[in-house]
């Protein structure tokens, strides 16, 4: 009786071996990527909150200022809104540049806010002899600047809204 012997090589080479490993080294790269991508994304959507979060507490801060001017020419009091001091309001006959005045705010000072009264200036009752008589304008108009930080106490982010308000 005859046995067939299976054919067996005497000297193996291990090429499986090499492509295993190589495979195994392009795994682990294609992995690092991967962290690296999602680490970026993560600190992209923590800067994106950041900046989101010091806009929405500006608007805050220059939507309390305008409530505080209208309460003022009103002669009213709305719950809610603190008063703006009048050594804030500025006369428009006072140069002001809104990016300078942002410029000049530091992560420390947390948030502040300059109200202007530029009606005169837009009807001519200013001393820039644009028109007649200073008189009180029925229909005051103001710019009001407000700067924030996203967060006192880890300030990576800061805003500045400028808006004209008429009351």
Do not use: K
Not at 116 to 123: A, E, K, V, Y
Not at 127 to 144: C, F, K, R, S, W
């Amino acid at each position: 009786m005859r046995r067939f012997a299976a054919s067996i090589p005497h000297r193996q080479r291990g090429a499986v071996l090499y492509i295993a490993l190589i495979m195994l080294v392009l795994l682990a790269l294609l992995g690092i990527v991967g962290m690296q991508v999602a680490g970026l994304q993560e600190r992209m959507s923590s800067n994106y909150r950041a900046v989101n979060l010091a806009f929405q507490r500006t608007e805050a801060l220059a939507r309390n200022a305008e409530c505080a001017l209208e309460d003022m020419v009103n002669r009213t009091a709305t719950a809610g809104c603190n008063a703006v001091a009048t050594a804030d309001i500025r006369s428009c006959d006072t140069a002001f540049d809104p990016g300078g005045w942002a410029s000049e705010r530091s992560l420390a000072q947390t948030q502040s806010v300059n109200a202007r009264l530029i009606g005169p200036c837009i009807s001519g009752n200013s001393t820039l002899d644009m028109g007649g008589a200073v008189n009180e304008d029925p229909n005051p108009i103001y710019q009001v600047t407000a700067f924030r930080v996203d967060d006192p106490d880890n300030p990576t982010a800061q805003a500045v809204i400028d808006t004209i308000f008429r009351p």
